[in-house]
């Protein structure tokens, strides 16, 4: 499945931001679509997942009750909502696509989005 991010760009520290991450070419079924960040010399990690059937969802602890992941079966896409952004927050965000349960591993990947928090 092809993904395509948007969303993003620059915010204070306590506003919020929305990430979107629309599939094309194929829909997404039993997939679980996630959120992942990499902040500057940091490794990836994962952020939120929601699982497609069934819709149930999965946060790391650093943006429980803060960041909330949610979907649209009409237009075929997972927001992430980010409230209350810590100048922590800042990273390049990716939405990836697995097949394989949340732990993935994850095969479809979309181009990462800016994320960057002032404080």
């Known amino acids: 499945v092809q993904l395509q991010a948007s969303g993003g760009g620059l915010a204070q520290a306590g506003e919020s931001l929305r990430l979107s991450c629309v599939a094309s070419e194929h829909t997404f079924n039993r997939h679980v679509v996630a959120w992942f960040r990499q902040a500057p010399g940091k490794e990836r990690e994962f952020v939120a997942g929601?699982?497609?059937?069934?819709?149930?969802?999965f946060y790391a602890d650093s943006v429980k009750g803060r960041f909330t992941i949610s979907k649209d079966n009409t237009k075929n896409m997972v927001s992430l909502h980010m409230n209350s952004l810590k100048p922590e927050d800042t990273a390049v965000y990716f939405c990836?696509?697995?097949?394989?349960?949340?732990?993935?591993?994850?095969?479809?990947w979309g181009s990462g989005t800016q994320v960057t928090v002032s404080s």
């Open positions: 929601l699982r497609w059937r069934g819709g149930s969802t």
């Open positions: 990836a696509a697995t097949r394989n349960g949340v732990a993935g591993p994850y095969g479809s």
